[in-house]
């Protein structure tokens, strides 16, 4: 099946830092989603992108299918921004399977 | 917004019960799933569901079972728990065409002694 791997694990920032995390996923997919899970477990759509730039307040996405990676940028980073962060693609099967990466798990320092 | 409700935020079972997740969605989604998230391993697709009395296998369906019965409940069955079994359980639904973004619930804990 498809492989979907992020980048880096682990992840520990000041406040106000930028940063990048990283998406490859190893086959073609109909789409993309970035969410995010706060410390209490809820899982939160960020981004549905499966192709392209899109752009959220201080967080963007991009998508380059036909290099099959994304990339999740945050600005000027905040303590509510920390969490786990994951990346999902979408496949056609009989219906529409999404396939999970491991996740980059950020901590926010105030 | 659409809500995606599991019943139990927290359970408790022995080796060998045989164990009932629920989950329900008010949005009319076709398509359900059911996931569970191991630290380090992210979530792990059990289960998924597009259509009533229709079930996919996910990339871990060993050892579960599953019933949809009616368009908006999604039920996962462990018929004899294990210890292995401990985990975090997700549900979530989605779409059927269009913008296929999956709506979460809260989650449910389960431990099996």
């Known amino acids: 099946g498809i492989q979907v791997e992020q980048s880096p694990p682990d992840l520990i920032l000041q406040e106000g830092a930028n940063s990048t995390l990283r998406c490859n996923f190893s086959d073609s997919v109909n789409n993309l989603q970035w969410f995010h899970q706060n410390p209490w477990g809820q899982l939160i759509n960020l981004f549905y992108?499966?192709?392209g730039t899109k752009q959220n307040g201080r967080l963007s996405a991009t998508t380059v299918a036909t290099e099959r990676y994304s990339l999740l940028y945050i600005s000027s980073s905040q303590t509510t921004d920390s969490g786990v962060y994951f990346c999902?693609?979408?496949?056609?099967?009989?219906?529409?399977?999404?396939?999970f990466g491991a996740g980059t798990r950020l901590f926010v320092k105030a | 917004d659409v809500k995606v409700t599991q019943s139990s935020r927290y359970l408790v079972k022995r080796t060998g019960e045989k164990v009932f997740l629920e989950c329900v969605q008010d949005m009319d989604h076709e398509n359900m799933f059911w996931y569970r998230q191991d630290p380090g391993l992210g979530l792990r697709l059990i289960y998924f569901?597009?259509?009533?009395?229709?079930?996919e296998k996910g990339d871990i369906p060993e050892g579960y079972s599953v019933s949809r019965e009616k368009k908006e409940r999604f039920s996962l069955i462990l018929e004899s728990a294990s210890t292995n079994q401990t985990s975090m359980y997700l549900c979530?639904?989605?779409?059927?065409?269009?913008?296929?973004?999956?709506?979460f619930g809260a989650g449910s804990r389960l431990t099996v002694l």
């Open positions: 999902a693609v979408e496949q056609r099967t009989g219906g529409f399977k999404t396939i």
């Open positions: 569901s597009y259509d009533v009395k229709m079930k």
């Open positions: 979530a639904s989605s779409q059927y065409s269009g913008a296929n973004v999956l709506t």
């Open positions: 992108i499966p192709s």
